[in-house]
């Protein structure tokens, strides 16, 4: 009978101990697996934290004329749609705080047989145009802005709406348009002359001119690339083929 109880002892320490043992090593596995998941959640909250939300232009109404769809011909050397406008492609129209603003148009190359370029600037509610002047590229392919010209008829009224056209003329008669519209507005105090405060706004003329022209002084700088891909993916925009686009031209009006 002693005997018997001796061995149940014996047996009862032996399994103690494979508890306490047991115990031990799982512990620093199990602290581990806890604190390895923690450190995922945390930086998955913030990766999330820190992530931009998508910049958002759209609107409703009509769509601007980012492309050219109209049926005349090619102007030896350039294709009809590839001549882009920058402008949002679904908003009624775009904003601008700038009395004379730039407008930013891409062309994939310069025609061989070009008569000119001109800027056409109209009032939508007079159905009036206002002003035309013509230009010279001297670059292309790439980015070109072109900044209406500072006459008193062109000056940009608050809350007025107006059209403007890129054209391109060839010598044989064909022409190819892309544009957009323009709302001037008030930049009160809640909008400041920087890059951020057109974004929060959606001042989208100030905006893209801001950034191209940092970009142009700059276009090997990693954080403005970025921020010119984010611009050109916004909703409402549809620019994301000229994302990676870092040529920019110039152009010089005619006398």
Known sequence: MNRTKSIFQQYSLVFSVSLVVAGLTSYPISVLAEFTNSNIN???????LTRKPKLDFSGTGRPNRQTDAASRGNCDGIERKELTALVPKTATWALTV????TFWVYVPNYPRN???VELVLQDEAAQKTLDRTQY???STPGIVGVTLPS???NALQQDKVYNWYFRLVCNGGQSFDVGGSIKRVSLGSAITNDYQSYLDNRIWYNALTNLAERRRQNPQDPTLK?????????EGIGLERLG?????GT???QS
Do not use: H
């Not at 970025?226 to 916004?234: G, K, S």
């Not at 990676?244 to 920019?248: A, H, V």
């Open 244 to 248: 990676q686009e870092s040529n920019f």
């Open 98 to 101: 700038s009395e004379y603003p």
């Open 42 to 48: 945390s930086n998955f909250y913030l990766a999330n």
């Open 226 to 234: 970025q921020e010119w891909v984010d611009l050109l993916e916004a």
């Open 114 to 116: 070009i008569k000119y």
């Open 151 to 153: 006459k008193p008829q």
């Open 251 to 253: 152009v010089i009006p």
């Open 136 to 138: 010279t590229i001297q």
